[in-house]
């Protein structure tokens, strides 16, 4: 049980069911992102393939995480969680269980719905249950994510276990934390907080986020967190090899020690946050991760470079939840479908901030690729600036 809980008696046994129930659930997104990377090699699926699958995916995210997200204000969150752990479940069950490449790229859509409909909902659900520990509760949720990508990763690719098998008894896992959104769905959820006038659809609540520059500006604070981390995750092993002379088990322990940082940022950072300072801490965050990456990519560190990178890790590891808790304490009236929009950031900052890499390590010299994440934790942290007058009238 997490500090905050306002519920007694027989609601704290609800509070803490669903709040397990969506670590779970997260767990299970952590395996869904990292499914296709972690069973590509044992499938045999080709670059092409891997993008392809991968682009549905998050197509598949992208339309859930905002469909679901304005349903999380307006229905049942244990019921929305019954259709996301059904089409996981169907997801993991089915995925490859016909060559088809066809066939796999609906599975794999429906995983992305799936995706969306526990990224969209959990953080919704705890928001409500947790009323003082939102940013706690959120933090450890996405915790959880992480956990998961690194489950799958090491039970396929380390342990040489059949990934088919993986993914079956994974299927079978879903099942459990979906009991317990079956069993709470039957019950009524309280009334939601009456939205202002004409925002009841989801086309007027939209009409207002759009409006509303602040929005725009959590969008794309979200698309430079999360370009800067998965920029820094699948560069950081290649870049002390190639350009730090490190040997191969060496860079790829840099990259052990960077995502180790990121969950255990993720594990502390909602505990020492309290919404009163989220954007302060917001911003300081997006200040210690561009000075890290800076160092790391410009400064020759030796060995030392590990204790950077973890600190690296632990930088960007509360940017995401930071970023989400905002977007809902800026929206309180609708704050599902806030945090939804803002997660669409996500899918976008995976692909342009490392294309933008790409882009420019063309030439001769590599090295302004590496400018790259330092600006967008600059940008970052211009936006939140310019924000920092509005929030308290707006929370």
Same mark, same amino acid.
């Given at each position: ?23 779970? $659930? ?10 296709? +990377?972690? !069973?590509?090699?044992?499938? +045999? ?35 929305? %969680? ?42 919704? &659900? ?10 706690? !509760?959120?933090?450890?949720?996405? %915790?959880?994510? *992480?956990?998961?990508? %690194? ?15 993986? *993914? ?53 604070? &979200? ?7 998965? $920029? ?27 995502? $180790? ?20 801490? *917001? ?9 890290? %990456?800076?160092?790391? #990519? ?7 470079? #590990? ?10 590891? +509360? ?49 302004? !690729? ?23 009238? !707006?929370?």
């Amino acid at each position: 049980m997490l500090p905050g809980m306002t519920e007694h008696g027989s609601t704290r046994t609800r509070t803490v069911l669903l709040t397990a129930s969506s670590f779970a $659930s997260m767990l299970f997104l952590g395996v869904g992102v990292a499914l296709i +990377g972690a !069973a590509a090699p044992a499938i +045999g699926l080709s670059t092409r393939e891997i993008g392809l699958l991968q682009a549905l995916q998050n197509g598949g995210f992208v339309v859930s995480v905002v469909v679901f997200g304005y349903l999380a204000d307006v229905r049942s969150h244990s019921r929305l %969680l019954v259709i996301g752990s059904i089409a996981m479940g169907l997801g993991f069950g089915l995925f490859y269980a016909h060559p088809a490449f066809a066939f796999n790229a609906l599975i794999m859509v429906a995983i992305g719905l799936g995706i969306g409909v526990f990224e969209a909902v959990t953080d919704a &659900m705890l928001f409500q249950l947790y009323p003082k520990k939102r940013s706690l !509760a959120i933090s450890l949720n996405h %915790l959880f994510v *992480t956990i998961g990508s %690194l489950a799958i990763t090491v039970y396929i690719l380390f342990l040489h276990l059949d990934w088919r098998s993986s *993914t079956l008894q994974t299927a079978g896992l879903t099942l459990l934390p979906m009991l317990v959104y079956v069993w709470y769905s039957r019950r009524s959820r309280s009334a939601p907080d009456a939205p202002p006038s004409g925002t009841t659809t989801i086309g007027g609540r939209l009409k207002v986020l759009v409006a509303e520059p602040r929005i725009l500006n959590q969008f794309i604070c &979200m698309v430079c967190a999360y370009g800067m981390q998965v $920029s820094a995750i699948g560069l950081v092993p290649v870049f002390l090899i190639e350009n730090r002379g490190f040997s191969v088990f060496a860079g790829t322990m840099g990259l052990v020690v960077l995502v $180790s940082g990121i969950a255990v940022g993720r594990a502390f950072i909602g505990w020492i946050t309290r919404e009163a300072h989220i954007q302060r801490n *917001t911003t300081l965050h997006f200040v210690g991760a561009t000075l890290c %990456l800076t160092a790391i #990519y410009f400064v020759p560190l030796g060995t030392g470079v #590990y204790i950077v990178l973890f600190c690296a890790g632990l930088m960007l590891s +509360g940017l995401l939840p930071l970023i989400i808790t905002f977007a809902g304490l800026t929206y309180p009236a609708f704050a599902g479908l806030a945090m939804g929009a803002v997660k669409t950031g996500i899918p976008v900052g995976g692909i342009v901030i490392p294309l933008l890499m790409s882009a420019l390590s063309g030439g001769a010299a590599v090295w302004p !690729a590496f400018l790259v994440p330092p600006a967008a934790g600059l940008t970052g942290i211009v936006l939140l600036l310019a924000q920092r007058h509005r929030f308290g009238a !707006a929370a």
